[in-house]
């Protein structure tokens, strides 16, 4: 069965690092989607993207953000300069289609990386 | 502004038995889609159910099933013949009205851990 895999599972950095954050959605889907969630808080959006721009983001996605998808199956996501309270559980998520009351509305999630900024 | 939430921070239930985990949501959207999210202690955010506003029947996926009570804005979920491997915490969530290419902001709730006796 086809899924979002995200690598690495788990990341350490030091405060003011770059962090890059990959993702492969699965083949013919073309929305992506990053979530994070902080321990302990429920899953928050950080932003949506769909034919090669961003078409959402959230409050949270702020300059030091940014995603792209550089090769046609990488969906990455980038922390310019960490800071401590970036650390959480970053979710890639991807969807088929577009639609309102069909099952391509279904997101499928990856595994998740626990990003932890020291 | 969209709003979900999840009343119930934990739940016990013994294996075998039915469980209910509730959900109310509020929306001035006429069009949108609730979801229901499990997520182990691994962390990884697996896909459950799925129900759209406009859907006359409840929701059902093997054991898990949505009560969907439109006029109450709830969206519970139900848990039949419980399992140990179902002891997780279980997100609902809602999402947005389509408005544009690649909108699908889900919003989450706090979530429900729910721990299965043996």
């Known amino acids: 069965e086809p899924e979002v895999t995200q690598t690495p599972s788990h990341q350490v950095t030091q405060m003011g690092q770059e962090v890059i954050l990959r993702c492969v959605p699965i083949?013919?889907?073309?929305?992506f989607y990053w979530y994070r969630q902080i321990l302990g808080q429920k899953v928050e959006f950080l932003v949506s993207?769909?034919?090669?721009?961003?078409?959402?983001k959230s409050e949270i996605f702020d300059d030091q953000f940014s995603v792209e998808r550089p090769d046609g199956s990488n969906f990455t996501l980038k922390i310019r300069s960490t800071k401590l309270e970036d650390s959480a559980m970053y979710f890639c998520?991807?969807?088929?289609?577009?639609?309102?009351?069909?099952?391509?509305?279904?997101?499928?999630f990856g595994q998740g990386t626990r990003l932890t900024v020291v | 502004a969209q709003k979900i939430t999840q009343t119930q921070p934990g739940m016990f239930v013994q294996e075998k038995e039915a469980v209910t985990l509730d959900c109310t949501y509020d929306?001035?959207?006429?069009?949108?889609?609730l979801f229901w999210y499990k997520q182990p202690s691994s962390g990884e955010m697996i896909f459950l159910i799925y129900?759209?506003?406009?859907?006359?029947q409840n929701a059902t996926e093997g054991r898990y099933s949505l009560n969907f009570q439109k006029a109450r804005k709830s969206a519970n979920l139900v848990i039949s013949a419980s399992q140990l491997g179902d002891s997780a915490m279980y997100f609902c969530?809602?999402?947005?009205?389509?408005?544009?290419?690649?909108?699908?902001?889900?919003?989450f709730g706090k979530g429900t851990k729910l721990s299965v006796i043996p």
């Open positions: 993207f769909y034919n090669n721009e961003i078409s959402e």
């Open positions: 998520a991807s969807r088929r289609g577009a639609g309102t009351e069909t099952r391509n509305t279904e997101a499928f």
């Open positions: 969530a809602m999402r947005d009205a389509y408005s544009g290419a690649g909108s699908y902001q889900l919003t």
């Open positions: 129900q759209g506003s406009y859907d006359q």
């Open positions: 929306t001035s959207d006429p069009s949108y889609g």
């Open positions: 083949s013919n889907h073309l929305y």
